[in-house]
């Protein structure tokens, strides 16, 4: 049979500890350890609660099956089954001497015990652990009297804190939680003092004393008695005069103005010193042996080392209004430094700082460029103290404004303690899968130019059987990533992705990270891996939407294959485009070469007919070396008439045309008649004179009224 285990403990099941829910995988140990030390009666699994509790050897026991046992039950409501169970219970819970070779070993009370060990065997117990620490007196160390004052201040390494002490009352206590937990119940600190987190006063009498040398304390009746109208500057105590107490008085608004930009003395606190306070910064530190602090000594930095570079980038925002204000020639020298004394580099530097005071680039431009060019740890450092020489209000908010932005950006909380990544803000399961596939996504697109072994490929086998796994599951199994290690996901891929969900809000996790959130779980993985990821993501999301993904052939298929269809699609388009263009190209070319009608006469030319007269300008027709002889008005004769040719005899009248005045020529160009534009007829207005005709001839019946039958 196999040994069963405590679920509270992981140690072996000796004695069953049976609640009435029924659950018996706790040991009596921890029954015991709950029930009297921690005074807790919950079950430690179903957290039920149990009054009564069975000890008992037998797994298969429940607590009904007992009835008349229930006389056996102690004060903490533990019954024991029978006499090994109640021995076994004794030895945890009494005062009994556990050192070895100890002949008094039985005693009944805790003070027997201590003065025998104190006596008997020369040791201590240690009083604030005895009262703190929530162990059996069996499981307390016991030390010697030499060796409990080096207890008490450095603690044991790993174990126990080192005892804090109350400089008020001498109290001692385990750890600082509880010291800070005392100083705030019973003592006071000033709410005011910034940066003074650490001092306390005894009572009410000495913050009294410090608020009147320190601040400024509204002397009225009314505030006098809340005992805390104390005000840090001078015109906060002005104001609140104004505002509170000369409400009621008949005061005009502008009086009332006046009075509040009268600035009485100066903003800064009184400088005097602080001696009713008690600074309680070294019970908050962890103290070290003398070997520890030798070694924790600074180290001597090298003469040769660089004076203003910084090598650590900055935790938090730095309120560029917090630093001090330096000349100009020293921040220039730090951003000399910064940029390796490179002229070319600082001439890029004053270009942008030029640029920014004209307002040719924006405060978020100014900041990008800067920071690229310093660097990110030298940029965001230095950046806040360049603020500090722009003499402009408005354009040091503004640049403020940029910085901040840009610091939480690049953090991993923000300044209000809230976590900065991009699944702190998801409240459902939709927006953490379209979360984790962006960020899936950017990842794949950062590392697209990186060489790859094998191209990213999910067999199709698989695709479709993801596709079928996931249309089963509800959606926080989506967010748990149910049955992606079927598809060729590791166990550590998947471990990372839940880690990254689960540590989203957990503010502690997110401040010790030094690199971005989304980076320090997603830069490790292998790009197959972040493929699959991206695969599954998408068909959860699909699923979501209600998008039948199951049939999508872009899901089913893969990024290459997609790619080889895309491509051909691009082709094909491309060749329809080109046969379009094509056909609509010929099309312009026809309709743009259309026939011209030429004209009736045209210019310079000399027309076959008689009719035709030639300009003045026509210098062809007056050639003074033309064979053919000129006759009046321009005139040539017709080739049977010319003398210096034979005749040929005229023609039949049938077979040639003649060449008269009164023909037409028959190589002469048709006019066409010039088309006027139709202009639609106006119908003519009806004469005022026609009325009843014009009524009449649209078969309208007109009759004559009675007042004109009466005139008639």
């Keep these: 049979m196999a040994n069963i285990?405590?679920?509270?403990?992981?140690?072996?099941?000796?004695?069953?500890?049976?609640?009435?829910?029924?659950?018996?995988?706790?040991?009596?140990?921890?029954?015991?350890?709950?029930?009297?030390?921690?005074?807790?009666?919950?079950?430690?699994?179903?957290?039920?609660?149990?009054?009564?509790?069975?000890?008992?050897?037998?797994?298969?026991?429940?607590?009904?099956?007992?009835?008349?046992?229930?006389?056996?039950?102690?004060?903490?409501?533990?019954i024991c089954e029978d006499e090994a169970a109640q021995n076994a219970f004794s030895r945890i819970t009494s005062y009994n001497c556990w050192l070895p070779n100890c002949r008094e070993s039985k005693h009944r009370t805790q003070a027997q015990l201590k003065k025998h060990i104190e006596y008997v065997h020369k040791l201590r117990f240690c009083k604030v652990c005895l009262n703190s620490r929530l162990i059996f007196i069996w499981e307390q160390k016991l030390y010697p009297p030499s060796d409990i004052a080096r207890h008490i201040e450095f603690g044991e390494i790993d174990e126990i804190p080192p005892h804090r002490t109350c400089l008020f009352d001498n109290k001692l206590f385990y750890d600082e939680s509880e010291l800070k937990l005392h100083l705030d119940r019973e003592h006071y600190f000033c709410n005011i003092c910034e940066g003074e987190n650490y001092i306390f006063y005894a009572n009410h009498d000495k913050l009294k004393k410090h608020f009147q040398k320190a601040h400024y304390v509204c002397h009225d009746p009314i505030c006098?008695?809340?005992?805390?109208?104390?005000?840090?500057?001078?015109?906060?105590?002005?104001?609140?005069?104004?505002?509170?107490?000369?409400?009621?008085?008949?005061l005009t608004k502008a009086q009332k103005t006046q009075l509040a930009a009268i600035q009485v003395g100066t903003d800064e606190m009184p400088s005097r010193p602080n001696n009713e306070g008690v600074d309680f910064r070294a019970q908050f530190k962890p103290k070290k042996n003398e070997e520890e602090e030798v070694k924790d000594q600074p180290k001597p930095k090298p003469k040769n080392t660089k004076k203003y570079v910084v090598n650590k980038r900055p935790e938090k925002i730095v309120d560029y209004k917090t630093l001090p204000k330096r000349p100009d020639k020293e921040v220039i020298n730090m951003i000399k430094e910064a940029l390796d004394n490179d002229e070319n580099k600082y001439t890029e530097f004053k270009t942008i700082t030029v640029d920014y005071n004209k307002g040719y680039i924006t405060a978020a431009v100014m900041l990008s460029r800067f920071i690229d060019l310093l660097g990110n740890v030298q940029g965001e450092a230095l950046f806040p103290?360049?603020?500090?020489?722009?003499?402009?209000?408005?354009?040091?908010?503004?640049?403020?404004?940029?910085?901040?932005?840009?610091?939480?950006?690049?953090?991993?909380?923000?300044?209000?303690?809230?976590?900065?990544?991009?699944?702190?803000?998801?409240?459902?399961?939709?927006?953490?899968?379209?979360?984790?596939?962006?960020?899936?996504?950017?990842?794949?697109?950062?590392?697209?130019?990186?060489?790859?072994?094998?191209?990213?490929?999910?067999?199709?086998?698989?695709?479709?059987?993801?596709?079928?796994?996931?249309?089963?599951?509800?959606?926080?199994?989506?967010?748990?990533?149910?049955?992606?290690?079927?598809?060729?996901?590791?166990?550590?891929?998947?471990?990372?992705?839940?880690?990254?969900?689960?540590?989203a809000n957990d503010r502690a996790f997110n401040e010790k990270l030094t690199v971005k959130y989304e980076d320090y779980f997603v830069s490790d993985l292998e790009p197959q891996q972040l493929y699959i990821l991206h695969k599954y993501f998408?068909?959860?999301?699909?699923?979501?939407?209600?998008?039948?993904f199951k049939d999508d052939q872009k899901l089913l298929s893969n990024w290459e294959e997609e790619k080889a269809q895309e491509e051909v699609k691009k082709e094909e388009t491309k060749n329809e485009e080109e046969e379009k263009d094509e056909r609509v190209g010929w099309g312009n070319v026809l309709m743009k070469k259309k026939a011209k009608a030429p004209r009736v006469n045209e210019p310079n030319f000399p027309s076959l007919s008689g009719n035709s007269q030639s300009g003045p300008n026509d210098n062809w027709s007056r050639a003074k070396n033309s064979p053919f002889p000129q006759r009046a008005n321009n005139e040539f004769p017709s080739l049977g008439q010319n003398q210096n040719f034979p005749s040929l005899g005229a023609p039949p009248a049938d077979d040639f045309p003649s060449l008269s005045p009164g023909m037409k020529d028959p190589l002469e160009p048709t006019p066409v008649p010039e088309e006027k534009p139709v202009i639609p007829s106006i119908p003519e207005p009806v004469k005022q004179d026609e009325p009843l005709d014009f009524l009449r001839s649209k078969g309208i019946i007109v009759k004559q009224g009675k007042n004109k039958r009466k005139r008639k």
Aim: net charge neutral.
């Design 538 to 548: 998408e068909m959860c999301i699909a699923k979501l939407k209600g998008l039948p």
């Design 385 to 503: 103290i360049l603020i500090t020489t722009v003499r402009q209000n408005e354009k040091q908010e503004e640049l403020f404004a940029e910085y901040i932005h840009y610091m939480e950006s690049r953090q991993n909380v923000t300044s209000d303690g809230r976590c900065h990544n991009s699944l702190a803000d998801c409240s459902n399961e939709a927006s953490i899968l379209k979360t984790l596939l962006e960020i899936v996504s950017k990842e794949l697109e950062r590392r697209k130019n990186e060489p790859k072994e094998k191209p990213l490929f999910i067999h199709t086998a698989h695709l479709f059987q993801m596709a079928a796994v996931v249309d089963r599951l509800k959606d926080q199994d989506m967010v748990r990533l149910m049955f992606i290690m079927n598809f060729g996901v590791t166990d550590k891929t998947k471990g990372a992705i839940l880690n990254m969900i689960d540590k």
């Design 5 to 78: 285990d405590c679920w509270v403990c992981a140690r072996e099941l000796d004695f069953h500890a049976v609640g009435s829910c029924g659950h018996n995988d706790m040991c009596l140990y921890c029954s015991c350890r709950l029930r009297i030390l921690m005074k807790d009666i919950k079950c430690p699994i179903c957290k039920t609660e149990s009054p009564k509790v069975l000890i008992t050897k037998n797994p298969n026991a429940r607590f009904e099956d007992y009835p008349g046992l229930e006389s056996n039950e102690n004060e903490y409501g533990i």
């Design 224 to 250: 006098t008695d809340s005992r805390f109208s104390v005000f840090r500057t001078p015109y906060d105590l002005q104001m609140h005069t104004v505002s509170v107490h000369m409400s009621n008085q008949k």
